[in-house]
């Protein structure tokens, strides 16, 4: 083969190479040096194996006795791999609170506040993160680009400090919780996690130190964790400009009971920045190289965040924030940062009492079909073979308009953004379904309803995070 290898010129090569599914170009590209500098050299294999698709989504549950579950198309006979949904191949956790904490990229965060994964579902690789001390005074969030570097960080937000309250004696009810409903309540008031000491108890209203701190604070010691140095180290910002209220205001920012979450708040990671929504109704600008953080007001304050659900992610040109009101009222907005100022500009006004989405709760009543997309509740990926068909995010399930029932009702839940076409991925009455937010067109993937899962009024999705598998990655476990 070494004599034969320059028989063509390179640019014929990188011609044909380039016509070649990903499993071939990478058998091609080890058969000798020559082909490999070639590959190499135009990176041919990166479109394949950088984050380029949406695989799936996976998806918290409130009040559900596992961790979460991945709602995809079945692909056990996937020829690059299979997406173990469950993550079956971690370490087993005694942890009940242990979930997905967050997306990036293709690496998943997993774990909860004493346990820490960074996973890679298309390569089974994982690492655990060393223990942080103080991690529930935190929320963590993944840092990972793998166009730019092949190594990520884990940053650690602080919380809204809490107001301290008396500690409960096991089996004590607070007077005004015994037999009253709980509805509205948020889910501070429900499940306090920082408690005063028992020398404080029943002794009337406990000090708030903190109460008018501004906040954000005007600096913070973040602590990042880095898969270069594999250890935490604080990172110190200073905020560009002023605070949005105070810490006594920012608690007020706390999500209804009623409306099921999302406990967390999403990040984005774009251009070097780490854009985290956080409670107080603003988003934390934090770029990675430091020092200095910028405070973004959300386009909606603290009254209509507890009226509808929000979403922040990243789709086709950017940073995208979107809401419900109304029911049925969609409003996106994007992050305009082009003009030496940081504002948000209203791309997407819909009424989805006037969509196809009637259409597709319609098909699921009639037809009582699962799929084309699953839950991944018993681990499709290790049943019999089915034949593997890419997702097709612009014809697949295409349904027509339909009227919608007089007297028919959803509740509908952000599950995220299509990080690379205008689609938001969307959950009514336990039914997936994509809308592309230009065209209209609205296309059913499947059933979202856990066949264990017992329905109530305290049931639905606490957090989900649309997946885009990535086959580089630089992670010191690995499962065969």
Known sequence: MEATETALPDDALAGIFGRLPAHTLAACRGVCKAWRAVVDARGLLLPHVLPHAV?????NYTDYPRPGLFFARPSSARPAGTIDGNLGYLPASTSSDISVLDHCNGLLLYGDTRELYVVNPATRQWERLPVLPDASEYLAYLVFDPAVSLHYEVVMVPRVPEK???LLRLGDVPERLNGASTAGLTIEALYPTRQAPPSSWWEGELEDPCRLMEWPPPSCALHVFSSVKKRWEQRSFVREGRAVGTIEDARLDSFPWMYLGPRRR???YWGGALYVHCQGAFVMRL??????Y??????IGIEEGKRGRSYLGRSEKGIYFATFYD??????WILDESRGEIKWELRHDIDLESSALWAA??????????GPWILDEDNMNNAAPKPYFDWDSDDDNILDYEDKDEYEEAYIYLLGFHPYKEIVFLMASYIGIAYHLNSSKVQYLGKLYPKDYDLSSVRGVHESFPYTPCLVGELLGTIQ
């Open 55 to 59: 695989r799936g989504i996976f998806i």
């Open 164 to 166: 301290p309250r008396h």
């Open 266 to 268: 999403y990040a984005v």
């Open 287 to 292: 770029p990675m190289a430091g020092p200095r």
């Open 294 to 299: 910028q405070v973004i007001d959300t386009p």
């Open 327 to 332: 029911y049925y009222l969609l409003r996106v």
């Open 361 to 370: 709760l319609h098909k699921n009543n009639r037809q009582r079909i699962d």
